[in-house]
T-cell receptor, first 112, second 111 residues
Framework: DTEVTQTPKHLVMGMTNKKSLKCEQH?????MYWYKQKAKKPPELMFV???????INESVPSRFSPECPNSSLLNLHLHALQPEDSALYLC???????????FGEGSWLTVV | QKEVEQDPGPLSVPEGAIVSLNCTYS??????FMWYRQYSRKGPELLMY????GNKEDGRFTAQVDKSSKYISLFIRDSQPSDSATYLC???????????FGQGTRLTINP
């Protein structure tokens, strides 16, 4: 079983809603990631947090806002999304950067 | 040209067969090599990882890295229908923060 836990597993939201995706890991990892995955494509990197500081933002639109409250938690705040943002959002962690990366089960997001 | 090339398949084999999945890459700086298994509508599960060159075996799975040829492989012995999934190769430079994926190979094991 994965040790990266994501909630909720499924989320349907309207284009004017504000919602959040949550991620938790208890492996003592110091790097955490958000990825987005569309059907039949590999995951695409969105954000990287290293030691609780944002270190990479892959030119993600501002309607996605990440937050790392502590070393075990990672949130992704969603606001004014578009239907094309519907996808599987994956949280991941690794001991440090440039190491093996472990993914959670993902949150399926549908924007209507 | 993509940094990591992986044949997307689909690949269909009978139960019990040996499956060989492969990726080639162009960046010689990659040091960690990973194979993920992804079932439909689930997150990728880390199956095997190798640091630098060599072989690694875990049960029915063997991962090989040939850095001189920039080629990695995953072998599945005695394949089972439960092995049916998409297999993603991925690699990263030590200290870097961006994992580079192949396109994924969709594998079906037929009973």
């Amino acid at each position: 079983d994965t040790e990266v836990t994501q909630t909720p597993k499924h989320l349907v939201m309207g284009m004017t809603n504000k919602k959040s995706l949550k991620c938790e890991q208890h492996m003592g990892h110091r790097a955490m990631y958000w990825y987005k995955q569309k059907a039949k494509k590999p995951p695409e990197l969105m954000f990287v947090y290293s030691y609780e500081k944002l270190s990479i933002n892959e030119s993600v639109p501002s309607r996605f806002s990440p937050e790392c409250p502590n070393s075990s938690l990672l949130n992704l705040h969603l606001h004014a999304l578009q239907p094309e943002d519907s996808a599987l959002y994956l949280c991941a962690s690794s001991p440090t950067s440039g190491n093996t990366i472990y993914f959670g089960e993902g949150s399926w997001l549908t924007v209507v | 040209q993509k940094e990591v090339e992986q044949d997307p398949g689909p690949l269909s084999v009978p139960e019990g067969a040996i499956v060989s999945l492969n990726c080639t890459y162009s960046n010689s700086a990659f040091q960690y090599f990973m194979w993920y298994r992804q079932y439909s509508r689930k997150g990728p599960e880390l199956l095997m990882y190798t640091y630098s060159s060599g072989n690694k075996e875990d049960g029915r799975f063997t991962a090989q890295v040939d850095k001189s040829s920039k080629y990695i492989s995953l072998f599945i012995r005695d394949s089972q229908p439960s092995d049916s999934a998409t297999y993603l190769c991925a690699m990263i430079i030590q200290g870097a923060q961006k994992l580079v994926f192949g396109q994924g190979t969709r594998l079906t094991i037929n009973p």
